[in-house]
């Protein structure tokens, strides 16, 4: 028995490489053990041959910036994260985000941050801002306002440089929905790591929004996932890992990495009922058209 099937922690295996290159829509490398070089050619060696590494806070958005100027392999997105915003303003006592313990910065300390995302949007390794958005599920009624004000300046940064708007939605559909209507959301809008129904896919159909699925797709009790999917136009489908996090199945709980986007497409396939090469194809030219590189 190979070393990996006896620890739940080991990465798992690579999988078989996929005949048509795609992209990883939405990764997280700076969260990830190994160097970057690794993680690259790694996924390089399974047909995922582009990554869009995504900032989450101002460390991390300089970071993609970056990383993303280093490899031609690699794009980049900036934001502060939903559950970012609330931090600076109300302040992190008890330290559980990456920059350790803060005080709280008000207003001010947002805009601050804000105007760093909106410096670094302009870059032209940058073709995104995002992940921003709104979570229900980790921010509470305290942070709520914080996080729209952000996820508004947020739209309002990504419109104006004609750069993609990358959402996190966490239990919080019919919020962000209103919020990018009420704002008008950019020429270009991707929902990472989709978590609506089949009914939201037909409205992110409507608005030509893209719907990023991740490993949880392929999760027994994610058949709303799947639905969605089977519906959602394939023009509008991107594939992501959200790596670290949210591994596909067989290999749930394990730590997850841009070379592991062949579990996840050849799941979507099997849903969509479609050839593997062709679903692909068209992930590959629907994440270059979706970032517009
Ligand atoms: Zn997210
Ligand atoms: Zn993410």
Redesign the pocket.
């Known amino acids: 028995m190979p070393a990996d099937d006896r620890d739940k922690n080991a990465a798992p295996p690579l999988p078989e490489p996929l005949r048509v290159p795609v992209a990883d829509s939405h990764t997280h490398l700076d969260m990830q053990s190994g160097t970057v070089e690794e993680a690259l050619a790694k996924a390089a060696s399974v047909g995922v041959t582009t990554v869009v590494q995504v900032g989450c806070d101002l460390k991390g958005s300089r970071w993609a910036a970056d990383t993303a100027a280093a490899y031609d392999s690699v794009h980049a997105t900036v934001a502060l994260h939903p559950n970012e915003a609330p931090r600076i303003v109300l302040g992190d006592p008890d330290g559980w985000s990456r920059q350790g313990a803060r005080e709280p910065g008000g207003d001010a300390a947002l805009d601050e941050a804000l105007a760093e995302i909106d410096r670094l949007a302009a870059l032209p390794q940058v073709k995104g801002v995002g ?1 921003t958005g709104l979570d229900h599920f980790r921010t509470g009624e305290e942070g709520k306002e914080a996080q729209e004000r952000s996820f508004r300046a947020h739209i309002e940064i990504a419109k104006r440089h004609g750069k993609t708007l990358v959402i ?1 939605d ?1 239990d919080a559909h019919a919020d962000v929905l209103r919020v990018l209507k009420e704002e008008g959301a950019p020429e270009r809008t991707v929902f ?2 989709y978590s609506g129904d089949a009914e939201m896919a037909q409205i992110c159909a409507r608005a030509g929004y893209y719907m990023s699925f991740a490993g949880n797709v392929t999760f027994k009790n994610a058949q709303n996932l799947r639905d969605a999917l089977a519906v959602a136009p394939l023009e509008l489908v991107l594939v992501e890992t ?1 790596a670290p996090f949210l591994t596909p199945v067989p290999y749930r709980g394990r730590p997850n990495a841009p070379y592991l986007v062949p579990v996840t497409v050849r799941a979507m396939a099997a849903v969509r009922g479609i050839d593997e090469d062709a679903l692909a194809t068209a992930l590959g030219a629907n994440t270059a058209r979706a970032f517009g590189y």
């Open positions: 992940e996190h966490r990472h790591c959200d």
